[in-house]
């Protein structure tokens, strides 16, 4: 493995020493973590806005009060706000994060707020990310950043996969990747990665909730496989072995999970992590949800 487990409980965990998992046991799918300025800044699913919880130490997020920073009652983006993230880009942090309209799923985007200096400065409405040449359904956006520009990955249907026979909306869920030109519009996106293996297969073909991972001078993406809903939900990795993230022959997929259910200690379907450092940078972390 290449992180340590921090956490899950059809919310999240954290497992080290001092530290007993889960951090949440509600609200707490999707996480993603930072830790800037000597505390942790957490954000997780609520479906009806976007809050960050933060503390020095990551047993103090267990009881520290999630501080709201959006909602919305514009009904294109009211509702159904899934997998915040928070990333400092061009000299502001920004959340970038899925939402929709009412009473469907069909209708998700991804959308950014902008803040200030500081993770807890009041956010605003930004833009609606567009992808170029493909405006469709795009959830669980995140942001690889490289020393030569940022790129966004998210997951989305693959229009060119035939649905199986008798399901005609069941096609692949991909992930793509695109050039970012501003913290709110990319470039022509490229499909990355597909549910081809067996694994990534279970109840649906999906390939979502990717997060990077920088690691001894390498580039991975770790990303969530199979069904959110049942318990086979679990992570896989990408490593970019060639130069050009926008090449997808430069990515290399890892034939097993990473990271799947331990049924002998309770833990079904971890999935949907990000990846967070410690304090001296010298450890990598996995903070995921499971069930």
Same mark, same amino acid.
């Given at each position: ?6 956490? $899950?409980?059809?919310?999240?965990a ?5 530290f ?20 942790? =800044?957490l954000?997780?699913t609520?479906?009806?806005h976007?809050?960050i919880?933060? /503390? ?6 267990k ?5 709201m ?16 993230e ?27 707020l ?15 990310? @567009? ?12 942001i &690889?950043?490289?020393? =030569? ?5 998210? /997951?989305?249907w ?17 992930l ?6 501003s913290?709110?519009? @990319? ?9 081809t293996?067996?694994?990534?297969t279970?109840?649906?073909? @999906?390939?979502?909730? $990717? ?5 001894g ?20 990795? &990408?490593? &970019? @072995? ?8 430069d ?8 990271? /799947?259910?331990?049924k002998e ?5 971890p999935?949907?992590? $990000?990846?967070?450092?410690s304090p ?7 903070v995921?949800?499971?069930i």
């Open positions: 493995m290449l992180w340590k487990s921090v956490a $899950a409980l059809s919310t999240l954290v497992t080290a020493l001092g007993k998992n889960p951090l949440k046991d509600f609200n707490g799918s999707d996480p993603q973590m930072q830790y800037w300025n000597g505390n942790y =800044y954000l997780t609520t479906w009806t976007i809050a919880t933060t /503390s020095p130490t990551l047993e103090g997020l009881t520290a009060e999630p501080k920073v959006h909602s919305s009652d514009d009904p294109s983006r009211c509702c159904n706000l899934w997998a915040p928070l990333h400092y880009i061009d000299g502001n942090w920004r959340i970038y994060y899925t939402a929709g309209t009412n009473g469907t799923f069909d209708n998700q985007f991804t959308h950014v902008k803040g200030g200096q500081d993770p807890l400065d009041t956010y605003e409405y930004e833009d609606r990310v @567009v992808m170029t040449g493909r405006d469709v359904w795009a959830i669980d956006s995140t &690889l950043q490289m020393d =030569y520009g940022n790129f966004l990955i998210y /997951s989305s693959d229009p060119n996969t035939p649905p199986p026979p008798g399901k005609a909306d069941d096609r692949d869920q991909c793509y990747i695109a050039n970012m030109t913290p709110t519009t @990319v470039g022509r996106s490229v499909k990355i990665s597909a549910p293996y067996d694994w990534e279970v109840g649906t073909r @999906v390939n979502e909730g $990717a997060a990077p991972l920088y690691h001078g390498r580039t991975f993406l770790s990303y969530s496989a199979a069904g959110c809903a049942g318990g086979e939900y679990k992570l896989g990795l &990408l490593e &970019l @072995v060639g130069g050009n993230p926008m090449n997808a022959c990515w290399k997929k890892y034939p097993e999970p990473v990271f /799947s259910a331990n200690d309770g833990v079904y379907a999935g949907h992590n $990000a990846n967070f450092y001296d940078g010298k450890e990598t972390w996995n995921y949800h499971a």
